[in-house]
């Protein structure tokens, strides 16, 4: 059996045509989701593999999507370490991280031993999912983890976490490098479960200068990529509002990056050179178009990336909760008998 378009694309192979999935496809826009909302937590619902599955699968009935993303949170592993952690709805941290004592008071996570749950959802969604789609699963940079850490709750410039990476550049260090082992045993624990990809979700990389992006974001990240190596699985960076980061990451081992709707992803391209391949990056607010004018501008997404393969579509970040549902499908289907066409004329041309 041929590998599912996907994995394909992630590994730079030919596809019939370009998959497509939609970060946050699991969550508010849908109704089926807002009625197990309506009885459950969001802190109680990740915790619960059974609900965590059924919400996981939940788009995947509706549309013909290419990848399932397991529904959880970038804080859930943190839990797991010792962090008090509560969502209003964003992640809050009763106390926040900030000294060398807090760093060491951190546990290092045993995934096995201390979020069984998030693995066993992954085992429940692979067992209700057709074999043809892949589950990825996910994490947060350990960056972006340190900015809810270090500020404690969502901000819009994290400066408590900017300002603790200049006047203790050690302990950020340390932090870092914390977060990065214990992100590498949390996804490599998600591969073993069932997860056939692995994404790392560095949504704040865009308040960093290259230079400090070099230093604390990439430095962790690239820890934890080489501890996954063996893993056998693609792994993707997402790097949102990386614009002016791209030849930072063109020499990370991932095999994918992921790109917010800022760039061209043709650009793109051509910084990140050809051994990556790329993911995204339609604005989540181009869902509001009408459906001619999204026809569009999913056309020009494709075609951006067109010329080698090697591109997943999704959203440039994640879809917003007022999104509506069949516009999700039109343009799921668009992307999928637009790019099988040209697939077709590219192969009956050569
Ligand atoms: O729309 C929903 O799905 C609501 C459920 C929800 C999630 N996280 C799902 C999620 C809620 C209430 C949260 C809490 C949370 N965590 C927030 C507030 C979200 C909100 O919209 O009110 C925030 C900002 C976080 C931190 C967080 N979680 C980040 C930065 C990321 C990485 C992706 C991004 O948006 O940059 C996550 C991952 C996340 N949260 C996922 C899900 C289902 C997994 C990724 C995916 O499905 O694509």
Known sequence: MSSPPFLAACRRQPVPYTPIWIMRQAGRYLPEYRRVRSRAEFAALLRDPALAAEVTLQPLRRFPLDAAILFSDIMTPLSGMGVDLSFEPGPVVAEPIRTDAAIDALAPLVPERDVPFVLESIRLVRAGLAPQVPLIGFAGGPFTLLCYLVCGRPSKEFGAARSFLY?????????????ADAMAAYLSAQARAGAQALMLFESWAGLLAPREFERFALRAVRRTVAALRTA????????NQGSALMECVADLAVDVIGVDWRSALGAVRR????????QGNLDPAALFASPEDLRELAG????????APGHIFNLGHGIWPETDPDAVARLVDHVHERSARSAAAGSSGR
Request: hydrophobic share 45%.
């Open 271 to 278: 910084r990140l050179g050809p051994g990556k391949a790329v």
């Open 167 to 179: 006047s203790n550049p050690a302990a950020a260090e340390r932090l870092l490098d914390r977060l």
């Open 232 to 239: 056998g699985v693609p792994l993707i960076y997402y790097v």
């Open 300 to 307: 020009r997404v494709l075609d951006e990336a067109a010329g």
